[in-house]
């Protein structure tokens, strides 16, 4: 079954790091985009392009960066000066293809991130 699961969760205090992952079952492939979100509404938070083109949203600007892994079905994101605000759970979303070629969403069942003193 094509899937996508999240690690790197955890507890941090303010002002802290931690970096999470995402990795793709090997079903899933010519991926073109990927993301996180965060929240029950899955707020946008970061994405980047097959052609190398970054978003973020405005609060984690500078401070948090998408990034690829060694292989198209990793991502992470990693998160440097965290808040308070930054507490949610995050989903990792991919834009790819799989065994029936048809693209489509994938989304993982998410990591929960508490920033707490």
């Known amino acids: 079954q094509a899937q996508i699961v999240e690690s790197g969760g955890g507890l941090v205090h303010p002002g802290g790091s931690l970096r999470l992952s995402c990795t793709a079952s090997?079903?899933?492939?010519?991926?073109r985009t990927w993301a996180w979100h965060r929240g029950q509404e899955r707020e946008f938070v970061a994405s980047m392009?097959?052609?190398?083109?970054?978003n973020y949203t405005d609060s984690v600007q500078g401070r948090f960066t998408i990034s690829r892994g060694s292989n198209e079905r990793i991502v992470y994101l990693e998160m440097n000066n965290v808040k308070l605000e930054d507490t949610a759970r995050y989903y990792c979303y991919m834009f790819g293809r799989s065994r029936d070629w048809i693209l489509r969403d994938f989304w993982g069942q998410g990591t929960q991130v508490t920033v707490s003193s």
């Open positions: 090997t079903n899933i492939f010519a991926i």
């Open positions: 392009t097959d052609t190398g083109d970054k």
